[in-house]
């Protein structure tokens, strides 16, 4: 009877150690995923919380002089303390997305061209401009009633559209 129980005993302990080897790395392995997605969601909200944008102008300009609007311009500034890409930047035209990658775009720092970039720094301006001809929007450009322009992490702004057609202003 001695050696069966001592038998038993180690075998027993034998599947203990190997149970808990084979467990010990899943439960790390899955402590570690909770703990990396925790960070990443603390990260987006504080990114989220430094982001800020306005729109400071969204009209309507006609260049042909015809009374026809023919363009729409929408200035948005980067109020937060992060820095944006412009192309992933979005604009909702009456509901209807509009690719900034596809519209002309310029950043303005203080009223400067800050040439051709993708970047969109504190207290710079995004110019986007839709073009009627450009096919960026169902129906005509001068239908345009309200805009609003989506940063990549979903921060965002919204506007009517003024309708100055006044030329290019």
Same mark, same amino acid.
């Given at each position: 009877? *001695? ?5 038993? +005993?180690? =075998? ?27 960070? &990443? ?14 729109? *400071?102008?969204?009209? $309507?300009? &006609? ?6 609007? &023919? ?5 948005? +500034?980067?109020? /937060?303390?992060? /820095? ?6 979005? $604009? ?18 203080? /009223? ?8 969109? $720094? ?5 110019? =986007? ?34 309708? +100055? +057609? *006044?030329?290019?202003?």
């Amino acid at each position: 009877m *001695g050696v069966s129980v001592s038998a038993s +005993t180690a =075998i027993i302990v034998a599947g203990l150690f190997f149970a808990f080897t084979a467990f010990y790395p899943v439960a790390e392995n899955g402590f570690e995923r909770v703990t990396d997605a925790q960070h &990443d969601v603390n990260e987006r909200a504080l990114e989220r919380h430094n982001t800020a944008v306005e729109i *400071g102008t969204a009209e $309507l300009r &006609d260049d042909s002089d015809d009374g026809d609007p &023919d363009r729409l311009v929408v200035e948005v +500034t980067n109020d /937060g303390a992060t /820095g944006l890409v412009v192309s992933d930047t979005t $604009l909702v035209v009456d509901n209807e997305y509009v690719d900034v990658a596809d519209a002309e775009t310029a950043v303005f720092d203080r /009223g400067e061209a800050t040439g051709t970039t993708d970047l969109w $720094l504190t207290d710079e301006t995004l110019e =986007i401009t839709v073009d009627d001809g450009d096919d960026l929007i169902d129906g005509d450009v001068a239908d345009v009633d309200r805009v609003v322009v989506v940063t990549e992490i979903g921060v965002r702004d919204a506007s009517v559209v003024d309708d +100055t +057609t *006044g030329g290019d202003a």
